[in-house]
């Protein structure tokens, strides 16, 4: 064994002490305030409406204010002429795996924007968001 690889199982067996030692001596209260923040996290996402979800996700940064579009995105007014539920929650969360004449035609006039998926939101906010858009 060389010096370096020495030195180096030195410094990860005294790492993986120190580690173990801070969880044995973790206070118990630190670990219920995690709960609790989690928990809170969760039961304010519950309660939130479309309308927050989507100022949260940032959707007026390029829809607009008052999601009626910009020189960056399309409006989102009126939507459910061309989209039902299911389809709406399946194109935000994966807005590239759509193409239709409609969506051709918005890529080309806003070319340099790229509509982001919100796969990383729970199924639940996307419909609580689906929900709001479809009754504009």
Known sequence: ???AQKWLAAFLSL???????????????ETQT?????EKTMQSNEEKDGLT??????????HGQNLEGSNIAPAL??????WN??????YLRNPSSYSNKRLK????????????????LDVKDLGKIADYLLTR
């Open 1 to 3: 064994m060389t010096n």
């Open 53 to 62: 979800l989507i100022r949260e996700n940032g959707c007026t940064s390029c």
């Open 85 to 90: 539920r299911d389809n709406l929650i399946n």
């Open 105 to 120: 035609q918005y890529r080309l006039k806003y070319k340099n924007i790229v509509m982001p998926s919100f796969n990383n």
């Open 15 to 29: 790492f993986i002490v120190l580690f173990i030692l801070g969880r044995i001596t973790k206070p118990k209260e």
């Open 77 to 82: 007014v009126q939507i459910n002429k061309y």
């Open 34 to 38: 995690s709960i609790n923040y989690v």
